[in-house]
């Protein structure tokens, strides 16, 4: 028997264990319903499933969500994978580290190595918190063309400030 991709959706969203507690939802909610196609999509659903004898209704429904299961379960993997492929990893201090806390710390900065230096190799993201001293060397060593500094927030007590971006002008 086929069932439709909304159909299947429906199935899914009402799993049970059995066919009759599977069914039992669904007619649940057909008294419900007041979107006309929503309703017939339930409705022919339901007589599908009603033509399927218990053992394999019961694998049916069972099959159908673990399959939507695995499908979002691979879908959330993907996006992280690939989000992470597009952000370069971040050295320099942990974002819950101890250096956040420090009483001299005042400033915390994302940067990007422009050349070789001190600080890494061209291409590579760190994150720093730092005293006022540690940000004045920082910002020379942006004038300098070492570093980019991509992002700044003040920092009291541990609790960060970003600076806000300034907006531009509308036309």
Known sequence: MKFSKSELDIIYQYAAPTKAETLAGMKEIVPVIKDLLTKAIVENAIRKLEKIPEPECSQFV????ARFLAERDNSIRQRLAAAKAQEP????HDLSGIERFHPETRHMITLEVQKQCFVGFKGERFRFFLSDEGYRNAKHSEQ????KIKSHAAVVAGKLYPDKKPRQQER
Do not use: N, P, V
Not at 62 to 65: G, P, V
Not at 89 to 92: A, D, E, K, V
């Open 89 to 92: 990893i971040l050295q320099g």
């Open 144 to 147: 300098e063309g070492e570093i």
């Open 62 to 65: 069972a099959a159908t969500k």
